[in-house]
């Protein structure tokens, strides 16, 4: 680069960096920023339906703090006979595992108090699963989306990561990047599944319920920022463990420390942010003999809290400031516990990969293009023909894609075809009975 542009690229980086910290210091230091609400009072006011309940940092990040595509920060994988995405992957909202654990919460939250142990032990890994899925979903698609759900063209401009979530809602994109944007309004992240707010008086809201309860993902995350800072703080002793922490009991205490875990997990720096793309990038070679999915994210975790990134020296102790975002460390906790680690999986790996096709599927799916010819066929006229004759299935996996799966200059059999054709009807065929629009309630 020419001098000229690198005087650029360092003015973009620096204004938006101080963006991200003014406006931290917005929804932190000045009431009612961080979970705005709408109001009726003052001037006229024009009321901004989509973003009236998002804060300045939410929309100035735009729905993630980073851009990346599958494959980019985590290897891919096989799963099911198919190809497998694990750092950003459509996963299914239509399993029994996923409704269990997150459609039948409300009835849960209503009925805790009166559980055995045994059922509020089993409520609380479902509870806490379901906060780790609204933690790292990024968006809803359609299933007819899915295979190119990082760039698909919409006719509808509402935000794709401001949609609600309702009980038909088909298939969510997981995001292992997500709780950095998702952290930043915790209140609106939980709100999004609809059918789990308070809707009257009585009713119980799943933040809230979250918030006020110490065994929940949220409150672990409390807990192991308050441990970072208690033995940061000098005039205390180091201790280990996050249960030898004095309890919260005061509900100021308790929003005190909220907003200290809100100070942990925000990026306010264009620095840091970079930082963290390239230590998780630098890291992904490494990850290619993980095997174990849930390891996998795990292992993902560890790396970012323990990536030791430095900024600002201390000016009483000359030290440098080492960032570590310790909140992951409840997300880490998660994945060690047997149960909750089994039932994230359950949802996680429950994506089109699951649904497999045959040869027989392939030749009987795209009857019409194998009838054309009786041996073989050359990879520009497969590509020509199946965009001719199946353009709503070729337009799902993309017409680069589909070059891709061809080799150039190439004579392909009919059974080699259909092998190739099968290993992608999973993202080219949509199911006849799916909802025209996965953000509308039955």
């Given at each position: 680069m020419d001098e000229e542009l690198k005087r650029l690229l360092f003015f973009i980086k620096s204004f938006y960096g101080i963006k991200l910290y003014e406006y931290y210091d917005v929804i932190t230091e000045q009431e009612h920023e961080l979970f705005p609400e709408s109001t009726v009072e003052g001037e006229v006011y024009k009321s901004d339906g989509w973003f009236k309940r998002t804060n300045q940092l939410q929309r100035f990040v735009n729905g993630a703090y980073f851009t990346y595509l599958p494959d980019d920060l985590i290897p891919r994988t096989k799963l099911y006979n198919a190809e497998f995405n694990r750092d950003l992957r459509v996963y299914s909202a239509l399993t029994d595992q996923y409704k269990d654990t997150v459609h039948n919460l409300k009835t849960g939250m209503q009925q805790f108090e009166g559980m055995s142990e045994t059922d509020k032990d089993a409520f609380k890994h479902k509870f806490r699963v379901a906060e780790m899925l609204a933690l790292c979903t990024k968006k809803a698609v359609k299933q007819k989306e899915s295979g190119k759900h990082e760039n698909v063209r919409r006719d509808f401009s509402e935000p794709y990561y401001l949609t609600s979530y309702h009980k038909s809602t088909g298939y969510f994109v997981f995001d292992v990047m997500a709780p950095f944007y998702n952290i930043v309004n915790l209140k609106y992240t939980y709100g999004r599944f609809?059918?789990?707010?308070?809707?009257?008086?009585?009713?119980?809201?799943?933040?809230?319920?979250?918030?006020?309860?110490?065994?929940?993902?949220?409150?672990?995350?409390?807990?192991f920022v308050r441990l970072k800072e208690h033995n940061e703080d000098e005039?205390?002793?180091?201790?280990?463990?996050?249960?030898?922490?004095?309890?919260?009991a005061d509900e100021n205490v308790l929003q005190s420390k909220f907003l200290r875990l809100i100070s942990n997990a925000s990026i306010r720096n264009g620095d840091v942010l970079l930082a963290i793309m390239e230590n998780t990038t630098s890291r992904r070679a490494n990850m290619h003999n993980i095997k174990d999915n849930m390891n996998c994210l795990r292992e993902f975790y560890k790396d970012i809290i323990f990536s030791e990134m430095r900024t600002y020296r201390n000016s009483l102790t000359d030290a440098a400031y080492i960032i570590r975002f310790v909140f992951l460390e409840a997300f880490i906790e998660l994945l060690d516990n047997q149960a909750e680690n089994e039932l994230l999986r359950s949802i996680y790996e429950s994506g089109l990969e699951r649904f497999t096709y045959s040869e027989e599927d392939a030749y009987r799916r795209f009857a019409k293009f194998f009838d054309s010819f009786k041996t073989n066929k050359k990879n520009t006229a497969i590509v020509?023909?199946?965009?001719?004759?199946?353009?709503?299935?070729?337009?799902?996996?993309?017409?680069?894609?589909?070059?891709?799966?061809?080799?150039?200059?190439?004579?392909?059999?009919?059974?080699?075809?259909?092998?190739?054709?099968?290993?992608?009807?999973?993202?080219?065929?949509?199911?006849?009975?799916?909802?025209?629009?996965?953000?509308?309630?039955?």
């Open positions: 609809d059918y789990l707010q308070k809707k009257k008086e009585g009713d119980p809201d799943f933040f809230d319920f979250a918030l006020h309860h110490d065994w929940s993902l949220l409150r672990r995350m409390i807990d005039r205390n002793n180091h201790i280990s463990q996050t249960d030898e922490l004095t309890p919260i020509s023909d199946l965009l001719r004759l199946y353009p709503d299935e070729m337009s799902r996996i993309g017409e680069s894609q589909l070059k891709n799966l061809f080799s150039e200059k190439q004579q392909y059999s009919r059974k080699d075809i259909a092998r190739v054709l099968s290993e992608k009807m999973n993202v080219m065929v949509v199911d006849a009975v799916e909802m025209d629009n996965p953000d509308i309630e039955e």
